[in-house]
Nanobody, 125 residues
């Protein structure tokens, strides 16, 4: 069982930056792929980025490429989402998720077993 807790959300002006953190419990954190998803009001949950358990592969949604960076520190059981040049359309609740599955579609939220409670990111214009 893995528990996931996000932090770091807040209100920022367009063009600004935020860094989200996600701490996962469990001694097997290093064996889980970690992903970030987001959901804006009235919209479906959408994929943002993911990194495999080894860190060898990283995936980004086209909408965030070049602006967002995912990283992980297995020694701290933590994954980060650095968000730069934020836009109003990035406003959403951001969720961290973990999966022990491999060779999957890492952009599919259905593949993830463990989810955090979400953290709100609001970008003002």
């Amino acid at each position: 069982q893995v528990q996931v807790v996000e932090s770091g959300g807040g209100l920022v002006q367009a063009g600004g930056s935020l860094r989200l953190s996600c701490v996962a419990s469990g001694r097997t954190f290093g064996s889980y792929a970690m992903g970030w998803f987001r959901q804006a009001p009235g919209k479906e949950r959408e994929f943002v980025t993911a990194k495999t358990w080894s860190g060898s592969s990283t995936y980004y949604a086209d909408s965030v490429k070049g602006r967002f960076t995912i990283s992980r520190d297995n020694a701290k059981n933590t994954v980060y989402l650095q968000m730069n040049n934020l836009k109003p359309e990035d406003t959403a609740v951001y969720y961290c998720a973990a999966t022990g599955r491999r060779n999957i579609d890492y952009a599919a939220w259905q593949e993830y077993s463990y989810w955090g409670q979400g953290t709100q990111v609001t970008v003002s214009s």
